[in-house]
């Protein structure tokens, strides 16, 4: 049987992308997962994962429970920022500076004695510990973009840092056997950098779920559900341009965020909110995506504003929503507004902080009845979207690559 490595610069439960991928490659071929512990919260959730699906998972950590391992990268990553300006052309240099996962990985990856066919990378981290693996090894690898890496906000330490996301993705992604990306716009934006990349070389691949993740439930309540869920529940994300306006439809409307809390900006802004606000902690995708019937409507609240991939990423919540059978309240970046104007049943678009977003609410208050009834239809539709028919463009990537 043949054998592929993936590379995850994360969490097996923060990168549900990854693991759709991996559960659908392990029914044809032998499947090794190395990703990154960066929280455990998440390490938690990752153990449930791995025994649910039978997964050979290991990990490197980003913590200080590996104090050598920590020490050593904090070391190198630091080291290569200083004289990164005077090799910025260097490939390795510019690794190191941009990510300890780079480090890390590559280090482990040295261990990696055992003969794959072909290495599956995921997230910006898993880059260079990819290429230079399947380099050092004659074999094939394979890059998603799940997110347009030079366009994300980069903290005012780190002025290099979209410099360096752009020059690793421009020499690293044309040495790729094929490269997947997560919505349309961070595809044409990603292939741009590169220089005739070959049309049968790439694809979208949506970040959807399985059907069987979702149920249908006929569920309602007195009050119009409403959810939003991320990886974390902190500022910046939108919650803030769209909080106060439900605030003041309480009587109608209640809210649920699903992610870790940050205590700062519960204490900061959410406190006042609270007696219309619902919390649960961090759920795996699987039990996320069956709590999702029991809500109204979803909330997509990404912001342009935020950075440039914002405007142009399709997240796996609006996917979640919409599979679920949610009325979709989706803020108007560029990607939603192609996701929303090509698949009008399911929901519709607001700009943030407008007499837009009031009109919006008014609106489902007094058409819940009909949101509610439509919900069965939105369920069926979606199921055009699902994994089941996204992961056949995958199997074919594989079987062309592994003949």
């Keep these: 049987m043949k054998k592929i490595l993936y590379i995850l610069s994360g969490n097996l439960s923060t990168t ?16 090794e ?18 025994d649910e699906n039978s997964i050979n998972y290991k990990t490197v950590s980003l913590k200080r429970d590996s104090f050598f391992t920590w020490l050593t990268s904090s070391i190198v990553h630091s080291i290569s920022q200083k004289i990164y300006k005077f090799f910025s052309k260097n490939i390795h240099v510019t690794a190191y500076a941009s990510s300890k996962t780079m480090y890390l990985l590559k280090k482990e990856l040295k261990k990696y004695n055992k003969q794959y066919d072909l290495v599956i990378a995921h997230s910006y981290g898993s880059l260079y510990p990819a290429y230079i693996y399947s380099r050092r090894n004659n074999i094939p690898f394979i890059f998603d973009i799940e997110d347009f890496h030079p366009g994300e906000a980069i903290s005012n330490n780190n002025q290099f840092e979209a410099e360096r996301k752009e020059f ?11 490269i997947t990306y997560a919505s349309p716009l961070i595809g044409s934006y990603s292939l741009k950098l590169l220089d005739d990349y070959p049309d049968d070389r790439h694809s979208l691949i949506n ?17 119009i559900n ?3 869920f991320s990886q974390n529940i902190t500022a910046g994300r939108g919650l803030e341009t769209i909080i106060p306006i439900l605030y003041n439809s309480r009587k109608y409307i209640h809210l649920t965020l699903i992610g870790n809390l940050y205590s700062d900006f519960y204490t900061k802004f959410l406190k006042q909110y609270k007696d219309a606000i619902t919390f649960i902690s961090p759920l795996s995708q699987r039990e996320l995506n069956e709590r999702l019937a029991d809500f109204d409507i979803g909330l997509a609240l990404e912001l342009k504003s935020s950075d440039a991939n914002r405007d142009i990423c399709l997240t796996n919540k609006i996917f979640a929503y919409a599979q679920a059978g949610l009325y979709v309240l989706a803020t108007d970046t560029r990607a939603q507004t192609q996701f929303i104007n090509e698949h009008s049943l399911l929901g519709a678009l607001y700009t943030p902080n407008t007499q837009e977003l009031k009109n919006r609410l008014e609106f489902i208050i007094n058409s ?22 996204e992961s056949l463009k995958l199997i074919e990537v594989w079987e062309n690559l592994l003949q």
């Design 16 to 31: 549900p992308r990854a693991l759709q991928s991996i559960k659908t490659a392990k029914q044809h071929y032998e499947v």
């Design 33 to 50: 997962v190395l990703g990154v512990n960066r929280s455990d919260v998440w390490a938690k959730i990752d153990t449930n994962l791995i």
């Design 168 to 178: 690793l993705m421009k020499k690293l992604l044309s040495k790729a056997s094929f």
């Design 207 to 223: 970040n959807c779920f399985s059907e069987l993740d979702f149920s249908m439930i006929d569920k309602k309540s007195e009050k």
């Design 226 to 228: 409403f959810v939003w």
């Design 368 to 389: 819940i009845n009909e949101i509610r009834k439509d919900k069965q239809t939105r369920f069926d539709y979606a199921k055009r979207l699902s994994w089941e028919n």
